[in-house]
């Protein structure tokens, strides 16, 4: 090949991959064969057939041609949009991505599952719509393709003649004959005969970008009307296309050459691309270990904005340095003009710092939008009615953390479907509603970004993971665990609790395979569960290089930032309000409440808390439901900080969140309020 | 210092031979794999870290990455010197089981860069002292001038991070 196509098959999967995903999240939105949906399907099985066929992927575009059919029937009202149809279709989808998957990593999708896919879906053709007219619009030139030959035209003609004439515009959307010869010749023996006879005469009359060539094409062999077909895909429209077959093997045309690379070079330097579907900032693609990512175009912008702002501030102080040369009586002047042009200029490098780094977060929804789908594949099989309820889609967490949240998920998900909901009658008996609810939440707290899973099925038993525990030797006899501690059990290796094992969960791997993925990003995961009311499962995970809004405080000399959400308010303190406990714990009275006041130089220090002044400055702040007063000495302004782990080059320091860097390069920690709060209480324990 | 040993890097590695960094800390001059040598910084002030031994003097912030700085001295249980215009930060990368760190180490000052043989290079005696035998490479004897070769893999590694949990531990029990 003339250029390198690696960078365009790429781009090709990843759009494939999100015209999948598109396709899913349409077909589950399909409720009564909505035309406008079944068109966006449609249109993304369309470009994902194009351009598997552009780019060689013969088995792929075939099969896509299957679904595109279908779906044509179903847009046209010859098929109804029924559950089964809709649930062939996204089966269809499945094995579409195992064979993209395939062709991007060089392995083969499982044959016996596009197999029998392709022929449940000739099946459902085939009992549909007899007369299969409703195709494509055929291309002129009698096109008399019919779907039925999809199977193959086995034992028919030893060879095809085609007869190609494209429009005088071909080239210009980017379609190269050349590369459709080279497909073609892959399906047998192709001879090219080129015709000229439209190449204008006149020099006046030639624009080089118009195509004023036509071919003649006869290829020897035993490709299917189809699978020539599937070449010219993308350019029926553009070109009359005559496809008979050779009635015997015959002699190649005298003279003609085998292939005619001129008119290639023209169109070759943009090959096409299939229509992205206009997927924005949500949909993302799949693949895990994807090394491009999607951006939000509103940061882009936001970043373009700020070169563009730093640009004025730079012309900014070069008028400065002018003036002053010319005239250096008004320098007082100058100079403040100068520190102010500094100052922005230091915000400005700021902000773009801040902007390049927010390109990294991306909104948990690349995660959360394929569960519709699985709990739709679920709850069906397993004849439940479950209402799935997505809320903070668009949390954001950095890029490296959703990749590697995505497996756990999908198990705590068919988990709380398979082992959490009850079937209808059981929960109509328990007086519940049939329909179960399942509800997957994230949202920022504390420095960490939290998942909550919830459903409101029969919850967990304690006394029977107490007894598994126990019979696995995790629990021994003398040992008598609370209900949370029985509860946190499930994540144990080797503890399954499911009555029996389903083709779903509970194959005795899983919670503890989760555990052990969220624990290697940094986080971790805990159950709550009440018998008969539901269960709650909580994964908090760090936010890397995440942003945050932060409050600067002083405590002794260093700076420290306190996530602004964890604030609940700054006070300074009233000296009828201390309380000491034990002469040594002091307690502030907030309304109707009693805080500890943590010191934070002597508990990060270690060293006996210093008086509390009369009228010190505290702030309180909230985490897991726990309230710190913190002494600090000065409360400084309030910026939105990059969260940096101090894991990278050490490791977690307890009480920390990580740490951010400062305008002026500093480092500042920044505190874990919760961390800090079980510090607090384990000292205060001790020593009282 | 510095440029003394951005001159001798021009004298490239025979066969069978390394370069080392040396440094000296109270007099004593030791040595460091010079490819694990990513630059050398002079000292700023650290933000101090909660909870960390005394030698984990705390991070600095080395163009957007935040790396904590050890002071050598103390690591080994010497007496503390005062942070002077010559003393300087050595930025390693520590290869771990998981991943490689960057870490600052605090010395008195930068040495010189030698070329040193494998089979010039002596098995440690064992100190027996807050400084573990597996913290030393070897010995070496350049210009009769010894050369204590660290293990900075070791001695930053595992061994730092395990002892700073065990105080971390002491803290919170």
């Not at chain 1, 077909?27 to 066929?53: Q, V």
């Not at chain 1, 690379?261 to 229509?275: F, K, L, Q, V």
């Not at chain 1, 002469?583 to 009275?589: F, T």
């Not at chain 1, 900080?641 to 894991?647: A, D, N």
Request: with cysteine.
């Amino acid at each position: 090949m003339s250029i390198d196509m690696a960078q365009f098959i790429d781009a090709f999967l990843e759009e494939s991959f999100e015209g999948l995903e598109r396709m899913e999240t349409e077909l589950l939105a399909l409720d009564d064969g909505d035309p406008e949906t079944l068109n966006t399907i449609f249109r993304c099985a369309h470009s994902i057939k194009g351009g598997a066929g552009t780019f060689g992927f013969g088995a792929i575009s075939g099969f896509t041609h299957g679904v595109e059919t279908l779906l044509d029937r179903m847009r046209n009202g010859e098929q109804e949009a029924a559950p089964d149809t809709v649930n062939l279709l996204l089966r269809a989808v499945d094995t579409l991505r195992a064979q993209l998957h395939a062709a991007r990593d060089g392995g083969e999708a499982d044959p016996a599952e596009v197999a029998e896919v392709r022929a449940l879906i000739e099946a459902h053709l085939g009992d549909a719509a007899p007369a299969s007219e409703a195709r494509t619009p055929p291309a002129a030139g009698g096109n008399d393709g019919t779907d039925a030959s999809s199977g193959g035209d086995h034992g028919g003609p030893r060879g095809w003649r085609i007869h190609f004439q494209p429009y005088a515009d071909l080239m210009r959307t980017g379609n190269d004959p050349l590369r459709m010869f080279e497909v073609l010749e892959e399906l047998g023996t192709l001879n090219v005969h080129c015709e000229t006879d439209r190449l204008p005469d006149h020099a006046d009359a030639f624009d080089p970008e118009d195509c004023h060539l036509a071919w003649t094409l006869e290829l020897e062999g035993d490709a299917t009307r189809d699978q020539i077909q599937e070449v010219f895909e993308w350019v029926e429209d553009e070109c009359d296309l005559l496809i008979e077959p050779l009635e015997a093997v015959s002699v190649p045309t005298a003279g003609a050459p085998p292939l005619t690379p001129e008119p290639a070079e023209m169109g070759a330097t943009t090959p096409r691309r299939p229509e992205a579907p206009a997927a924005r900032g949500g949909s993302g693609n799949r693949g895990a270990e994807s090394s491009s990512m999607r951006v939000n175009a509103g940061k882009i912008d936001a970043l373009i904005d700020m070169v563009g702002e730093l640009v004025i501030t730079q012309s900014m102080l070069t008028d400065i340095s002018e003036q002053l040369e010319e005239d250096p009586s008004q320098m007082e002047a100058q100079i403040e003009r100068l520190r102010t042009g500094l100052g922005e200029l230091e915000r400005n490098t700021r902000e773009l710092q801040e902007s390049v780094m927010s390109i990294r977060m991306v909104p948990i929804a690349q995660v959360f939008n394929r569960f519709p789908r699985l709990v739709h594949d679920i709850s069906g099989q397993l004849g439940k009615q479950i209402e799935l309820t997505l809320k903070g889609e668009y949390t954001e967490v950095d890029k490296t953390v959703m990749e590697h949240l995505g497996d756990p998920l999908v198990h705590l998900v068919r988990n709380a479907v398979d082992h959490g909901i009850e079937m209808p009658e059981e929960r109509a008996a328990a007086g519940k509603p049939e329909t179960g609810q399942v509800t997957l939440e994230a949202f920022h707290r504390g420095g960490n970004v939290v998942i909550e899973i919830r459903d409101d099925g029969k919850g967990m038993d304690a006394d029977r993971i107490l007894a598994k525990a126990r019979d696995a030797g995790l629990v021994g006899p003398n040992q008598h665990p609370d209900r949370h501690e029985i509860l946190q059990l499930i994540f144990e290796p080797g503890l399954s609790t499911a009555d029996q094992v389903s083709d779903l969960s509970g194959r005795g791997v899983g919670m503890d395979v989760v555990k052990k993925n969220i624990r290697g990003l940094g986080g971790n995961v805990e159950l709550e569960s009440e018998p008969g009311k539901g269960s709650r499962l909580t994964i908090r995970l760090p936010l890397t290089l995440s942003i945050m809004d932060g409050q600067l405080l002083k405590i002794g000399e260093e700076t420290f930032v306190i996530p602004l959400i964890a604030i609940v308010e700054s006070l300074q303190t009233l000296p009828e309000s201390v309380k000491q406990v034990f002469g040594k714990l002091p307690l502030y009275r907030l309304r109707d409440e009693y805080i500890p006041i943590v010191d934070l130089a002597a508990l990060f220090d270690r060293t006996e808390p210093s008086p509390l002044p009369e009228r010190a400055l505290l702030v309180v702040a909230e985490a897991d439901d726990q309230r710190v007063a913190l002494r600090v000495d000065d409360l400084l302004g309030q910026q939105q900080v990059v969260i940096k782990t101090l894991e990278t080059n050490f490791r977690k320091v307890p009480g920390t969140a990580g740490a951010t860097i400062l305008g002026d390069g500093q480092v500042a920690l920044i505190l874990d309020v919760a961390g800090i709060a079980r510090m607090a209480s384990g000292r205060d324990t001790r020593a009282a | 210092m510095a440029n003394d040993a951005t001159q001798s890097i021009h004298d490239p590695a025979t066969a069978g031979e390394d370069q080392y960094l040396t440094f000296i800390l109270a007099e004593e001059e030791y040595g460091v794999d010079i490819l694990r040598v990513q630059e050398i910084k002079g000292w700023e002030r650290p933000t101090p870290l909660p909870n960390t031994p005394d030698y984990i003097r705390g991070v600095i912030n080395v163009r957007g990455m935040i790396v904590p700085i050890i002071d050598m001295r103390l690591r080994f249980g010497m007496e503390p010197l005062e942070y002077g215009p010559t003393t300087v930060v050595i930025m390693l990368r520590v290869v771990g089981e998981e991943r490689e760190r960057v870490m600052g180490v605090v010395v008195d000052a930068v040495s010189e860069v030698y070329n040193i043989g494998s089979d010039n290079l002596q098995p440690a005696p064992d100190f027996g002292t807050r400084i573990g035998v597996n913290f030393v490479r070897g010995l070496a004897t350049v210009e009769e001038q010894m050369i204590l070769v660290l293990d900075i893999d070791t001695l930053l590694g595992p061994g730092l991070i395990a002892s700073a949990d065990a105080i971390e531990a002491e803290a919170t029990a």
